[in-house]
């Protein structure tokens, strides 16, 4: 049996929770800055306003549970623990990028963390995810697949088809339904015929709730005892995380869709603010402690974008490298060819 | 092309051929994600939902095999959907749907029904979407007997060839390019179409027949213009749709040419390169003085790093080594 965490974390396990999510806002706010520099370039979707979400989801996991996300994906890797130099390098398309500068913002990996990568087709991630539950099954691992994508998403017919299989075959998953209200310029009441995902889930049989997603401990809470039911009673759990993002879609979207007063409405309940005050309310941090961790914070991501800046590109001779595990020669152009 | 034609975007003629032709045929709708209250990731349907209303400017959840099917269904019962995947790379997950249901239903029941449908989409590289936004599957669709594929490079084919797709009774593949969508010209009038199976000659040229299409057709007349600074006078052909292929005229420049070059945005293997040139030296084998030559994008999944990905893209510059390799020229530098 696994230890779950428990309900409220002690002390530092809440300063820790706390420096990540604003690590989290930090990061995307300077890449914002390196994309408006032209630094960043392709589609840049930043998670500012799901850092509860995002940090309560991770907080409550194992190191080694397998975790897939899409392409709303920097604060994934950061919260499991991945060198915010390697994303920013990343994100800029250099060779000490995490994925070495393949991949960019929207395909981040790190195996190390056995975080299994962002994917940019709108619920294509899921059956992976499901694969990724298979195999700890098959070995015997007490690992938890858990896999987070949008209220969009849950509206591909493949995230039904392994809602089904993981019910059907009592796969240890969890399935993370990050509700933001909005997939691109599409609000969810035009875009579902039901307000709630997570009866979906619950029609094969997945255990499912939906809780506030900008509050990091209740988060945190259901997502104990979504991997609890996974890891030990072995059966599948769906989480609907009610959210809300500040920024448009990606910073390509001027986000003139959304009413000014709704975002006021939700940046009222800013899971950074709202935090702060729990943790001050308690005495766990006061205001000079809050001061220092954000400017260590605030250094962490300067040196990481720095250390992008300085990077070296990636040498076009290393185009074609990594097409294959086991490639046959390393010729780019015309690679079907065998040759000896 | 009629004489009050006015210069418009790409964007701007697509929205022109949707609007008249919903004003001309009532069966006309127009079904996709963030295509009404968005008015399209590219902001192609502006203004259509205010004019045309949600029963035929319709908002989809993200479920791309879904609606394909849908307007597949609905072409079968006479309507004439035309369907906007927000981008190529999105159609590979309404594939079933193209393949095994728009392109077959025609021959398979014996021709007692047609499905009169558009699926438009953009696609393309060039923006650093990485691997999984960054495709051209031209060479996928044409693959498939049953579609027919168009691929307009000027705001004149894109408003031509899009009248016609909707217009056509057969299941029509409309790839849009992304990098297009800003680029200005003048376009025709309501009952000007393009139509299908005409390629057109892009710039004449004596020494070396170059045949490109979409975005490519930009990069092989940049070529071109260096390549005349060296004496070397290419013909850029534009078959503009791949499906019918209008062979007549891609052969007779390459029989006046002797020569021949194919710049094709996708990859290397099985791709569109590849089955013009096969058709070419079926049609031409006697008047090639040299190999056809093919210019793709590198046989990778693209890379997100700017540098690598515009090393992975056709340039001009591969297009000038192309055609001189041909010319058995080195390229001067
Ligand atoms: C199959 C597919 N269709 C469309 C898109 C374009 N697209 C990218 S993100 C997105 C909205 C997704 O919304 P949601 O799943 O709620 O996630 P969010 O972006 O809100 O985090 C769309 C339509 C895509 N990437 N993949």
């Known amino acids: 049996m696994s230890a779950s965490p428990p309900p409220v974390p002690p002390p530092d396990e809440m300063r820790d929770i706390f420096r990540t999510m604003t690590l989290i806002r930090r990061f995307e706010e300077r890449a914002a800055e390196e994309y408006m520099a032209g630094r960043i370039g392709g589609f840049l979707h930043l998670a500012i306003g799901e850092e509860a979400a995002i940090v309560g989801t991770v907080s409550a996991l194992r190191a080694d549970d397998p975790l897939t996300s899409t392409y709303r994906e920097h604060g994934q890797a950061l919260a499991r623990g991945t060198d915010p130099r390697a994303i920013m390098a990343e994100l800029l398309g250099r060779a000490t990028g995490i994925c070495g500068g393949r991949g960019g913002s929207m395909h981040l990996m790190d195996l190390d963390r056995s975080f299994y990568g962002g994917y940019g087709i709108v619920g294509g991630a899921v059956p992976l995810a499901l694969g990724l539950g ?33 019910g059907l075959w009592d796969l240890p998953m969890v399935f993370l339904i990050l ?17 709630d995902f997570f009866p979906r889930a ?41 959210a809300y993002r500040y920024r448009g879609h990606s910073m390509s979207d001027p986000d003139t869709v959304r009413a000014a ?56 001779a290393e185009l074609a490298d990594g097409v294959y595990a086991q490639p046959w020669n390393d010729d780019a152009r015309g690679s079907a060819l065998m040759r000896p | 092309m009629s004489a009050d034609s006015a210069t418009v975007t790409y964007r701007e003629a697509l929205n022109q051929a949707l609007r008249e032709e919903m004003i001309r045929d009532e069966s006309v709708f127009l079904m996709g994600e963030d295509i009404g209250h968005f008015e399209g990731a590219f902001k192609v349907t502006k203004g259509l939902l205010a004019e045309f209303g949600e029963e035929r400017v319709v908002d989809t959840p993200i479920t ?73 599957l031209d060479a996928m669709f044409t693959h498939v007997p049953g579609l027919k594929v168009a691929v307009p490079a000027t705001p004149d084919d894109a ?18 390019s992304e990098g297009l969508y800003g680029k200005k010209g003048p376009v025709g009038g309501e009952d000007d179409l393009v139509p299908f199976g005409q390629a ?42 791949f499906r019918p292929l209008d062979l007549d005229t891609l052969a007779g420049s390459v029989r006046r040419t002797s020569r021949a070059v194919v710049v094709d945005e996708g990859w290397p293997e099985c791709g569109i390169a590849a089955g013009v040139a096969a058709h070419l030296y079926e049609a031409c084998f006697d008047w090639l003085d040299a190999p056809i030559a093919r210019v793709n994008s590198a046989d990778v999944p693209m890379p997100y790093a700017k540098n690598l990905e515009q090393a992975a893209i056709p340039q001009p510059a591969d297009v000038v080594a192309a055609v001189m390799s041909t010319l058995a020229r080195e390229v001067p530098r």
């Open chain 1, 261 to 316: 007063e709704e975002k006021e409405r939700w940046q009222a309940r800013d899971p950074l603010v709202t935090f702060e005050r729990v943790l001050l309310g308690e005495g766990i941090m006061d205001g000079d402690g809050i001061a220092a961790m954000q400017a260590e914070v605030a250094q962490v991501v300067d040196d990481a974008t720095a250390f992008a800046q300085e990077s070296p590109e990636v040498p076009i």
């Open chain 1, 179 to 195: 509700n933001n209200q909005y997939g691109m310029g599409t609000p969810v009441e035009r875009a579902a015929a039901a307000e």
């Open chain 2, 64 to 136: 791309e095999a879904a609606f394909t099917g849908l307007g597949i269904g609905a072409a079968m019962a006479g309507l004439r959907p035309v369907i906007e995947i927000m981008t190529v790379n999105f159609a590979l997950v309404a594939m079933d749907q193209i393949v095994s249901n728009a392109s077959k239903i025609h021959y398979m029941f014996g021709g007692q029904v047609s499905v009169p449908m558009v699926i438009r989409m953009p696609g393309g590289a060039g923006h650093q979407l990485s691997a999984q936004h960054s495709h051209s």
């Open chain 1, 134 to 166: 298979w195999a700890a099954r098959y070995r015997g691992t007490e690992q938890v697949s858990v896999t987070m994508f949008g209220e969009g998403a849950a509206n591909q017919g493949v995230v039904s088809e392994c809602f089904n299989m993981a």
């Open chain 2, 159 to 176: 408003k031509g060839l899009l009248k016609s797709a909707i217009r056509d009774d057969d299941p029509v593949i409309l790839l849009e």
């Open chain 1, 202 to 242: 619950a029609a094969y049989d997945i255990e499912s709730w939906k809780v506030d997603g900008m509050d990091v401990l209740a988060v945190r809470a259901a997502l104990s005892e979504a991997a609890r039911l996974a890891r030990d009673e072995r059966r599948p759990a769906c989480v609907e995380l009610l």
């Open chain 2, 200 to 241: 057109v000659v892009r710039r004449p040229g004596r020494d070396c027949t170059v045949i490109a299409s979409s975005r490519m057709v930009w990069v092989a007349l940049a070529a071109a213009e260096q390549l005349a600074t060296q004496g070397v006078e290419v013909e850029v052909i534009d078959p503009r749709t």
